[in-house]
């Protein structure tokens, strides 16, 4: 059975960082893309990073690109981490891992596409 489980939620001030981790079951193979989401009360589930597989490919939300940073473990493949910098009380929200397959190079921020959600790790950016 394939699931995948976040952690490394939590509170931090404005400007602050903190590390998120999904892991992945061994069921998956490496043509599984893995992707984070955020979601808001009353707001639709917003993408925003992706790695492809092989982890050669990223792509990022307009709203995050030169803040965070998604990483995928280049022995396991089982394990990717996105790291969030110089966070802003907007980054607030329900954080969700989200696998779906691609390929080896595929990474596509679409949500309708997921095969397969996370249970979700609260971030809240507060002072």
């Known amino acids: 059975q394939l699931h995948v489980v976040e952690s490394g939620g939590g509170l931090v001030p404005p400007g602050g960082s903190l590390k998120l981790s999904c892991t992945l079951s061994?069921?998956?193979?490496?043509?599984?893309?893995v992707a984070w989401y955020r979601q808001v009360p009353g707001k639709e589930r917003e993408g925003v990073a992706c790695?492809?597989?092989?982890?050669?490919?990223?792509?990022y939300a307009d709203s995050v690109m030169g803040r965070f940073t998604i990483s995928r473990d280049i022995v396991t493949k089982k394990q990717v981490d996105l790291q969030m910098n110089n966070l802003k009380s907007d980054d607030t929200g329900e954080y969700y891992c989200?696998?779906?397959?691609?390929?080896?190079?595929?990474?596509?921020?679409?949500?309708?596409?997921?095969?397969?959600w996370g249970q979700g790790t609260q971030v809240t950016v507060s002072s």
């Open positions: 790695i492809s597989g092989g982890g050669g490919r990223k792509n």
């Open positions: 989200a696998a779906d397959y691609r390929g080896p190079v595929g990474c596509v921020l679409k949500a309708a596409d997921v095969d397969v």
């Open positions: 061994s069921g998956f193979s490496d043509d599984y893309a």
